[in-house]
């Protein structure tokens, strides 16, 4: 009985395993990978995390504008001892008794330059993190569909290369038949065998490139997924829209997110040195207090005080050594760096979105070309076999025929992930990039 049991429980344990191993291997389409890369990829959570980060700042120089209310309380156990001399005579008296305090205290900053400069740099700072994290966003997204692409390509190698290893073996047979025949030559058998070896060998290098590119998926995605959908005969080929370059340069200089954020860090910059040189300035304050003290000393024991105080507060810094006009200069030398960084910017961004702009351009023409190309090989490779059958072509021109052709679909293959690559990334240069898009290229795949 119990061995039956213990069977039913390593069947259904297998089960379980079978089931999990089948549920991973499931196809994945983009826009799941996409759902859960958003979940999983650490450098768009540090993204998220930096911009509440940033939030929470502006929580804290509010407050500092705003008054400050504080109580205390304090009760002290008082034992003393008064020795008092006359003339003569001394006299000597212990006293034990309880001190209590409490005060309750109010202050409003009236004039302080350096928390209203504080406050409005926080609020720059939200904008620099906003725009860092539109930024991770779709670093996320451009990411995630070069390791997807990847992927299909690695794929695309190691499917060709097993059907030019197919085609190449035939060869090899046929050119061995034709020698045992006395119709052929051992340099077409030396020649095939030339070529199914290297074939082999790309075939062997593409599956480990394969298994490298799964893994850079995993990483973002945080789980492994091997059967993922292909660009199927459904992709658009369109030129870029508006089709004016200068265009897509000015919004992509208005509105693309490192650049908002490289402009928000500039404005922190500068109201760092605002503050610094705020340092300087004097400061004004209102101060109002209410005191109770109960029994204070040995002389006022039974005593209850009460004691309110309104005052407004001066002050005027004098000198500190030189050390605050240290921060006002090291705080403009930062400011001149933060400018210099939105200048690279600035130009890296308008380098990217003249490049994808001719990417996606050339990139319709060379796949209309790539295509055109694959069929005309095709003839060509017919051509060859049948003249390799009438004695007017050689195993050579069949062999090269064959390459010319898979040349040509691995090129074809390459050039219509590019197109897609280069659309995403002119978006995203143009800071239109987001799930959208992943869900246009979503409806190009096929399952």
Known sequence: MTLCIQTKLRKAAIAVMVLGVSLTSQAASLIDLYRQAVLSDPQYAAAKADRDAAESLVTQ????????????????????????????????KDYDFTSRAASLSLSQALFRPQVWVSYAQTLAQVQQAEGSLRQAHQDLILKLAQAYFEILLTEDNVTLAGEQKAAIAEQLKQATRYFEAGVGTI????????????????????????????????????????????????????????????????????????????????????????????????????VASRVQNQDPSFTMIGANTWNSTVSIQISVPLF??????????????????????????????????????????????????????VKSNEV?????????????????????AQQLLFTAKRDLALA????????????????????????????????
Do not use: C
Request: charged residues 25%.
């Open 320 to 373: 500190s050594g030189g050390t605050q006009q240290g921060r006002v200069n090291q705080a403009s030398a930062q400011k001149e760096r933060a400018r210099y960084e939105l200048d690279a910017q600035t130009r890296a961004i308008t380098l990217s979105t003249r490049s994808e702009f001719l990417n996606v351009v050339n990139g319709v023409a060379q796949v209309n070309a790539l295509t055109q190309a």
């Open 187 to 286: 340099t077409d058998i030396n020649e095939a065998q030339a070529r199914y070896d290297t074939v082999v060998a790309q075939e062997i290098a593409a599956k480990n490139s394969l298994e490298v590119k799964i893994r850079t998926l995993e990483q973002l995605v945080g789980g492994v997924h091997r059967q993922l959908d292909h660009l199927g005969s459904r992709l658009v080929l369109e030129m870029p829209q508006p089709g004016v370059i200068d265009e897509w340069l000015e919004f992509s200089l208005a509105n693309n997110p490192s650049i908002k954020a490289k402009e928000a860090a500039l404005e922190v910059s500068q109201k760092e040195v605002y503050k610094s040189v705020a340092a300087h300035l004097p400061t004004v304050d209102l």
């Open 416 to 447: 219509r992930y590019q197109y897609v690559l280069a659309r995403l990334k002119l978006r995203g240069a143009a800071g239109l990039l987001d799930e959208n898009d992943i869900e246009l290229v979503q409806r190009w795949l096929d399952k």
């Open 61 to 92: 120089s509010r407050g500092q504008l705003l008054p400050q209310i504080s109580a205390s309380s304090s009760r002290v156990k008082n034992n003393q001892n008064v020795t008092s001399y006359s003339g003569n005579s001394i006299s000597s």
């Open 380 to 400: 060509a490779l017919y051509s060859a076999k049948k003249g390799l059958e009438a004695g007017t072509r050689t195993s050579f021109d069949v062999l090269n």
